[in-house]
């Protein structure tokens, strides 16, 4: 089955233009008020179940470049790192301009590999590390759709991912203001096997199955 073009346009594509609007000029101000209006796509809630017992909690996602480009995304990000620590508005276009081309490049991303770093060991650690499953919801408001997201889920704590996952945090909330204070934590990963269309009008539908 296809991926459902639902998921490319509203989701995928849509936090791409958040990126490109960031290239467009648009004053800090302006920028936040775009991610607040974004919000939804940034961070969908993600469900597990397990030893913690039913949880869901909204995670700031991300793309994962495909495995053969992982190492190239990472010496990229090092490089940034260490041109433009503490630039401020020089060191978000860099940002920005990594992003357009490591993750949301379908030449380069995995559309269907999304990741995250858990701050915490807390209820959704336990569970995914327990079961190795994650359902992600996506909700396009005020009723263009919802989308339900099945994935196998994996804590990764050392290795290229846990490195790079870590490292696109630092690119954002670090590198512009020259901070060190960000700890490194334990990657989740979320591989997506199913997508169903859980709008209003389909209900439920099974839209996309991986194999």
């Avoid at 949880?55 to 490089?79: C, D, K, S, W």
Wanted: proline share 7%; charged share 20%.
């Amino acid at each position: 089955m296809k991926i459902p073009s639902i998921y490319l346009e509203k989701f995928f594509y849509a936090r791409r233009r958040l990126v490109e609007i960031m290239l467009s000029g648009k004053t800090p101000d302006e920028m936040e008020v775009e991610i607040i209006k974004a919000s939804h796509l940034l961070s969908p809630m993600v469900a597990t179940c397990g030893p913690a017992g039913p949880n869901v909690a909204p995670l700031m996602v991300t793309f994962l470049p495909r495995e053969q480009y992982v190492g190239e995304a990472i010496e990229e990000l090092r490089r940034i790192r260490s041109k433009y620590w503490g630039s401020g508005p020089k060191a978000y276009r860099a940002a920005a301009e990594f992003l357009l081309e490591y993750v949301y490049n379908l030449e380069r991303a995995d559309p269907l590999r999304l990741a995250t770093h858990l701050m915490s060991k807390g209820h959704t650690y336990t569970n995914i590390e327990a079961t190795g499953e994650a359902t992600l919801g996506i909700l396009f408001p005020p009723d263009e759709g919802a989308l339900e997201l099945r994935a196998k889920a994996s804590i990764i704590s050392q290795g290229p991912v846990y490195e790079y996952v870590n490292m696109v945090h630092d690119l954002m909330h670090a590198v512009p203001h020259g901070e060190s204070s960000h700890p490194w934590y334990p990657a989740a990963v979320f591989e997506v096997y199913e997508i169903y269309d859980n709008s209003y009008q389909a209900l439920g539908k099974l839209v996309y199955r991986r194999g």
